[in-house]
């Protein structure tokens, strides 16, 4: 069967920010006297969204309020991060993009980023060329974290196909595991921080233009 649809996830495939992330969360976790090791870091942090990240810091003692503020704490010292540097999408991703607006793929962002992250890639990023906003599928609060297949299962119904109809680019463990769990039709590995993915046989790639473009309908 070949390819009808592509699920992005965003922050690590899409948009190469994760070390942003790593030094936004160690300003975060330095402030509020906080100390994890880097693989702590990788099973706490990683393709999880911020309630559950910080209820898990915080064992489960904040309050919804709590919770909304150190949120915003956080992703106001990444997008200030995000500023100082030449923000750009991963290699090939524009032209990839471009070639499966040509052919008429349905594509969708499932991400573990809030709203007004969203409207911050948009405006940086000019994500508007290649996505609507209704294809994004984000931290909206009432979605679980990955590896909870959710997300994935959400952004392929947005699209009207089935499961086993997409292909999902990944770059987190607990993604890759998302994407298992939801049965999608194939997953491809984006490698942007030299990551060990001996576990799995999944392609990987460094650039979208290595993406082998036979996969997909036309």
Known sequence: MKIKGVVFDFNGTLFW???LHNEAWDVFLERNRIKLSNEEKNSKIHGRNNND?????????LSVEEVNRLSREKESIYQNLCLQT???LAPGAEEFLGFLKSIKI???IATASEFDNIEFYFKHLGLGSFFEMSEVIYNDGSIRS???P???RKAVNRMGLMECETL???DSISGILA???AEVGGIIIVNSNKEDYGRWDYPQIRNFAEVDKSLFSR
């Open 17 to 19: 920010d994760t070390h």
């Open 53 to 61: 990240v910080l209820n898990t810091l915080f064992h489960n003692q």
């Open 86 to 88: 030449e923000m750009k």
């Open 106 to 108: 349905p594509v969708a």
């Open 146 to 148: 990955k590896p909870d």
């Open 150 to 152: 959710q997300i994935f």
């Open 168 to 170: 999902v680019f990944e």
């Open 179 to 181: 994407a298992e769990k």
